[in-house]
């Protein structure tokens, strides 16, 4: 499905929280979204890393977003929040988003990413595998109750 990608305004947030709410037991809060869409979506931590938020939108509708960060000092970007609204999963939309970020951390000068997954999130495992990604450690106990897979892809 062609969707737009760009950064986070404040007409989505909204979209994007309810989005949140319906994917994740332990969701974000709104002020974190308001946060991103305030600071045009772009989020500078300190000197070295800096977050970022897009979303997806398909005739005006917010259909995904993805949060991530780009540490300059370890040259490594992170994936920090994914999701994709219900009723439009497997349409490629996750894979665009991320395919997104990952140009724009190769354009950032760095060189590969890391994520963690849930081991029982076989969604976003299938998403992280189809784009190449490599399992190479777990986390034990990392959500509480259960354990992380870490993912990472060179760039
Ligand atoms: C994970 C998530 C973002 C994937 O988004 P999506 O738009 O459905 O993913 P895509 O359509 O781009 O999928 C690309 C590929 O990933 C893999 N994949 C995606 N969903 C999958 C699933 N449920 N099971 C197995 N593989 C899957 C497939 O290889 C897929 O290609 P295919 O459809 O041609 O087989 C979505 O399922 C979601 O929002 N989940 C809830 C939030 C979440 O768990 N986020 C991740 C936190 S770590």
């Known amino acids: 499905m062609q969707t737009e990608i760009r950064p986070i305004r404040r007409e989505d947030v ?57 540490d300059r000092g370890h040259r490594t970007g992170r994936i920090l929040n994914i999701a994709v609204r219900e009723g439009y999963r497997r349409r490629g939309i996750g894979r665009t988003l991320i395919q997104h970020a990952f140009e724009a951390m190769r354009r950032a000068g760095l060189i590969q990413v890391e994520l963690e997954a849930r081991e029982s999130n076989t969604a976003a495992r299938g998403l ?28």
């Open 14 to 70: 909204v979209s994007v929280y309810e989005i949140e709410k319906t994917s994740f037991a332990e969701p974000w809060s709104i002020g974190i979204f308001r946060l991103y869409a305030a600071w045009r979506g772009v989020v500078p931590l300190d000197e070295e890393r800096t977050t970022y938020a897009n979303v997806a939108v398909h005739q005006g509708v917010v259909l995904g977003y993805i949060v991530w960060e780009t």
């Open 128 to 155: 992280y595998s189809h784009l190449g990604m490599i399992e190479v450690g777990r986390l034990a106990r990392y959500y509480h109750n259960e354990d992380a897979v870490v993912y990472r892809i060179e760039l």
